[in-house]
């Protein structure tokens, strides 16, 4: 299957600071990108989704000025936790679709995950 | 809204067959998937089902949709300690890109 990587996968940060996160499809070009959030023994939830070259669309209560997401290419897409606060500790998870990867499907291909934690 | 139901947690012996359950609300889903998450890793797409299906086998899994009831499951045969993990249903309908999922269920495997 494709492979999506993550980076950092864990990361450790002062509280008001700000952290990047990026996303890369390995070996195909994403057309789309996914950020969802995780909290302990819950489900995932998303957070946005950003076309490659448009401004990322938000889900309700997510604040996009305080989770900036930047996919400037096919292959990469970046979250940005601007002025991080301990709430904002938590497991961020990204995934890449691209339409029509396999036939007739549109499938999702799951990061590994970043850790956050915001002392 | 859209809204996806399993229980969340489990429990079964080494060697039985495990079947996770799940309910979907939305009647336009046409996709339906199984994704894995063992702890601390992310998501892992096990299968999928498109909504004209009935059932998908694959290996030691089987995937049961009941369009009607919208129940779907996930049956795992000779279940095994590497299957240990959280089990997420997702439905997504055929007009947004987006994927709605469940809670999970954590399954657990008892020798």
């Known amino acids: 299957g494709a492979v999506v990587s993550q980076h950092p996968s864990r990361v450790i940060c002062k509280s008001g600071t700000s952290v990047k996160i990026e996303c890369r499809s390995l070996?195909?070009?994403?057309?789309?990108m996914f950020w969802y959030r995780q909290f302990p023994k819950q489900s995932l939830m998303l957070m946005a989704t950003?076309?490659?070259?448009?401004?990322?669309?938000?889900e309700q209560g997510v604040e996009k000025d305080k989770f900036l997401i930047n996919h400037a290419s096919l292959t990469l897409s970046t979250l940005t936790v601007t002025s991080a606060h301990p709430e904002d500790s938590s497991f961020y998870i990204c995934?890449?679709?691209?339409?029509?990867?396999?036939?007739?499907?549109?499938?999702?291909?799951f990061g590994p995950g970043t850790r956050l934690t915001v002392l | 809204g859209e809204d996806v139901e399993q229980s969340l947690f489990l429990s079964v012996r080494e060697g039985d067959s495990s079947v996770i359950n799940c309910t979907y609300t939305?009647?336009?889903?046409?996709?339906l998937y199984w994704y894995k998450q063992e702890p601390g890793a992310g998501l892992q797409l096990l299968t999928y089902?498109?909504?004209?299906?009935d059932m998908k086998q694959d290996q030691r899994l089987t995937v049961l949709l009941n369009k009607k009831d919208k129940h779907l499951s996930l049956r795992i045969a000779d279940t095994q300690t590497g299957d240990s993990a959280i089990y997420f249903c997702?439905?997504?309908?055929?007009?947004?890109?987006?994927?709605?999922f469940g809670s999970g269920t954590r399954l657990s495997i008892r020798p």
């Open positions: 070996d195909f070009q994403a057309t789309t």
């Open positions: 950003s076309n490659e070259g448009s401004k990322a669309t938000y």
């Open positions: 089902i498109f909504s004209n299906m």
């Open positions: 995934s890449a679709g691209q339409r029509g990867f396999f036939p007739s499907t549109d499938t999702q291909y």
């Open positions: 939305d009647s336009s889903s046409t996709y």
């Open positions: 997702a439905e997504r309908d055929s007009s947004a890109s987006k994927i709605i």
